[in-house]
Nanobody, 128 residues
Framework: QVQLVESGGGLVQAGGSLRLSCLAS????????MGWFRQAAGKEREFVAA???????????YYTNPVRGRFTISRDSAKNTVYLLMSSLKPEDTGIYYC??????????????????WGQGTQVTVSS
């Protein structure tokens, strides 16, 4: 099993920044896909960003178009942590942000069905 704990959410004004963290613990794998998803009130959960890597290799990174250029996903292997730096935040970025993990290199990391492990979520609220 893998445990994921998100942190870093909060209330921020439009144009501001937040950095979300996802601390992973438990079982280890030779390859990983770590993703961030979000769910706004009354809407379905949607893909935000993902990073894929094996061992110490640099990862492949994916973003959904609405956040490309504003959000940055990164990882710190020594801390078993994946980050999502969110800049130039907009009210439409409001939602619960979930960290997800798979013990493999997902071919379609944008689909939530490919992930085996999920965090509890952290609320991000962007005021106008």
């Amino acid at each position: 099993q893998v445990q994921l704990v998100e942190s870093g959410g909060g209330l921020v004004q439009a144009g501001g920044s937040l950095r979300l963290s996802c601390l992973a613990s438990g079982r280890t794998f030779s390859s990983y896909t770590m993703g961030w998803f979000r769910q706004a009130a009354g809407k379905e959960r949607e893909f935000v960003a993902a990073i894929i890597w094996s061992g110490s290799s640099s990862g492949s990174i994916y973003y959904t178009n609405p956040v490309r250029g504003r959000f940055t996903i990164s990882r710190d292997s020594a801390k078993n942590t994946v980050y999502l730096l969110m800049s130039s935040l907009k009210p439409e970025d409001t939602g619960i942000y979930y960290c997800a993990a798979a013990g493999a290199r997902l071919t379609v990391p944008t689909l939530d069905s490919g992930y085996d492990y999920w965090g509890q979520g952290t609320q991000v609220t962007v005021s106008s």
